[in-house]
């Protein structure tokens, strides 16, 4: 009997190696499949990472990009709207230049007596001024401030100018319009 038992405990110690060493190897089967899901899953979470920081990246690049467009598009809109607002400026203290000019030569020209033979009457020199800036090369010269003869006269020739210079000497003689005359008359005599 001794050997029977003998026989039976090693075949339930070859039974017991067997189950131990397929245990084993379940669990070192197991363990290396999570080895390689977790590796699996570490790469495909880096992966995602790494194209998520890209798209982030990207957005990020094309936001600055428009940010710095529209920056340009400021700064453009802002020297647009100097220069006009100086431009705006110029033309105001331009016309109030004129203005004091025409009343400063209105002014001394009534402070000076006429002679007497000379002088026509006012309706004389009403119809006079009338008739001829009908005749001038500029239409509605007398109705023009100082700022808009100088500016019109650039486009006329010499013998227009000196027309308007003689009619602007008799009539309201300002200044400035004179001496802008004078210098067209001046280029025009040296082309």
Known sequence: MDQQRQQKVNEAAEQFTDALVQSFKIVAD?????????AQLTEVFFNQTINNLRTRAEENRQATQRLADQQQRQVEAAQTLTRESVDIYMNFMDSMFSYWQDATQTAEGAGEPAPISSTPSTS????????????LPLENYDKLNANEVIDRIEKL???????????????????????????????ASEV
């Open 30 to 38: 197991r363990g290396a499949s999570a080895q390689d899901r977790g």
């Open 124 to 135: 004389e020199s009403t119809a006079r001024s009338q008739s001829s800036d009908q005749e």
């Open 157 to 187: 020739n010499a013998q227009d100018v000196e027309r308007l210079r003689d009619y602007e000497a008799k009539n309201k003689n300002r200044r400035s319009v004179l001496e802008r005359m004078d210098a067209r008359i001046r280029a």
